[in-house]
T-cell receptor, first 115, second 112 residues
């Protein structure tokens, strides 16, 4: 079974530029998460999708971050414009729908450096 | 609200020694608790999970954790450390709505 795919793996941009990350979850997983992991910290949830609807985006900085999950499959996270403090690893995870869906499966992450 | 606190951001053990990584949780509902491991430049991998069944949970790579409600703890242990165990370990709790809240992580160093 293929895992969660993310691209690119690494990205370096200058502040005020824009950037987009892509995630393809495990086939059949209805729930998709985007996390931000700053160096030395645990992952922080940015947004959670259930199929193509948003369940929780309370910690997403909506003035600069946006995310979509068209057709309830793959997802894109965008930052525009980027700030220095956005330097982090962006992790995508997916899980099955329902109460028994305890496990999240993580992708390898995209390491963003903003200079 | 749900949260977890990991005590000790860095732990060093000798190869073959006991590994003990501490996690305390806060939850207003019966918690679902998890331990994840993260190797350099990789995503998180599930080690084990507690979902209100047995309080002693066995995971992969010889790790286990015990859920202690009275102490609100879910510490991770392994009887004998191996060099390959060197990694970052995260404790997490699942909240209502299927959100997950992670601790700040513990970096494990294994000394040969």
């Amino acid at each position: 079974e293929a895992g969660v795919a993310q691209s690119p793996r690494y990205k370096i941009i200058e502040k005020r530029q824009s950037v987009a990350f892509w995630c393809n979850p495990i086939s059949g997983h209805a729930t998709l998460y985007w996390y931000q992991q700053i160096l030395g910290q645990g992952p922080k949830l940015l947004i959670q999708f259930q199929n193509n609807g948003v369940v929780d985006d309370s910690q997403l900085p909506k003035d600069r971050f946006s995310a979509e999950r068209l057709k309830g499959v793959d997802s894109t996270l965008k930052i525009q414009p980027a700030k220095l403090e956005d330097s982090a690893v962006y992790l995508c995870a997916s899980s099955l729908e329902g109460v028994s869906s305890y496990e999240q499966y993580f992708g390898p992450g995209t390491r963003l450096t903003v200079t | 609200a749900q949260s977890v606190t990991q005590l000790g951001s860095h732990v060093s053990v000798s190869e073959g020694a006991l590994v003990l990584l501490r996690c305390n949780y806060s939850s207003s509902v019966p918690p679902y608790l998890f331990w994840y491991v993260q190797y350099p430049n990789q995503g998180l991998q599930l080690l084990l999970k507690y979902t209100s069944a047995a309080t002693l949970v066995k995971g992969i790579n010889g790790f286990e954790a015990e859920f202690k409600k009275s102490e609100t703890s879910f510490h991770l242990t392994k009887p004998s450390a191996h060099m390959s165990d060197a990694a970052e370990y995260f404790c997490a709790v699942r909240g209502t709505g299927n959100q997950f809240y992670f601790g700040t992580g513990t970096s494990l160093t294994v000394i040969p």
